[in-house]
């Protein structure tokens, strides 16, 4: 296995040692175009986004909501692939040390095989991966040919899950666990930061050092500041994901992933130490 914490792990140990909180943020690998998605990642990675989840298309999401539903079918149209986000990760490498993980689906991974799409993903410089339909018990068959590479699987958590199945979720994971903060699809519902604070207190215990990161529903400085009170990071996908389709031509929609991802990251440091 490589040796060493992984890009993800020095990351989140520096935000502990400033006392800060992370912003986690997702692009779709694609959208508007392969060509832009690279310049994408950079700019966030600039603004101040600590860890990049790119969404690899896919025809089926069946956890995400309309915002990035629209979003997966632009990539796709646009020649969107797991090896064409793989091309997209290694052109970011040349310019940001950002950790990055592949956000998705099982069946693109399936289908090329665990251990080349392992072995691929570490050769293009991702970080982790994060499947939002691979149960944990079925994991297994990916978690071997990510450890031997030195790449994070990031578990992921729901409302319903116990303490119990959530330290299960973090024996087998690393890098940071994702907290689902509303039963649904993403962009969807109104989010209720004390219930989730209620939520994330509940489980912290079981997941022993692995940060929590929390996401679904946070949208704006607002949200990101309620809910960073409790959880070691937020995650924003659908508002960056709606504010680059809103806007108009590749340098509006550079300044538009600067400006939310600035804003929201403002919003994580305002008053930290």
């Known amino acids: 296995m490589t040796g060493g914490p992984t890009r993800i792990a020095r990351r989140f140990a520096a935000l502990q040692q400033r006392g800060e909180k992370g912003l986690i943020v997702y692009l779709t690998c694609g959208d508007p175009s392969l060509a832009e998605s690279a310049a994408l990642v950079i700019e966030a990675a600039a603004a101040g986004a600590d860890v990049i989840e790119l969404g ?6 069946s956890s995400d909501g309309p915002v990035i539903q629209r979003a997966m079918e632009r990539a796709l149209v646009a020649g969107g692939t797991l090896r064409r986000t793989l091309e997209v990760v290694a052109e970011v490498r040349r310019w940001s040390e950002v950790p990055i993980v592949l956000f998705g689906y099982y069946n693109p991974i399936l289908a090329l095989g665990p251990e080349r799409a392992a072995e691929a993903a570490a050769r293009a410089g991702v970080d982790g991966l994060l499947t939002v339909d691979l149960a944990l018990e079925e994991a297994e068959e990916l978690d071997g040919p990510l450890r031997a590479r030195g790449l994070d699987r990031i578990p992921l958590l729901a409302p319903t899950t116990t303490p ?3 330290a299960r979720h973090a024996a087998r994971g690393s890098g940071f666990a994702y907290y689902v903060s509303l039963t649904g699809v993403t962009g969807a519902g109104h989010l209720d930061a004390a219930a989730v604070g209620d939520r994330v207190r509940a489980l912290r215990p079981a997941l022993g050092s692995l ?9 704006d400085a607002a949200s990101a500041r ?3 009170a409790n959880a070691d990071a937020v995650v924003v996908g659908s508002a960056l994901v709606q504010a680059i389709h809103d806007a108009q031509g590749a340098e509006s929609r550079l300044h538009a ?8 990251k403002s919003a994580l440091t305002d008053g930290t130490t």
Do not use: H, I, N, Y
């Not at 690899?56 to 999401?61: C, E, G, L, N, Q």
């Not at 992933?257 to 929201?264: G, I, M």
């Open 211 to 219: 940060p929590l990161a929390v996401g679904f529903g946070v949208k």
């Open 257 to 264: 992933v600067r400006s939310l991802v600035s804003t929201l």
């Open 164 to 166: 119990e199945r959530a």
């Open 56 to 61: 690899v298309p896919w025809s089926d999401p």
């Open 226 to 228: 309620a809910v960073g």
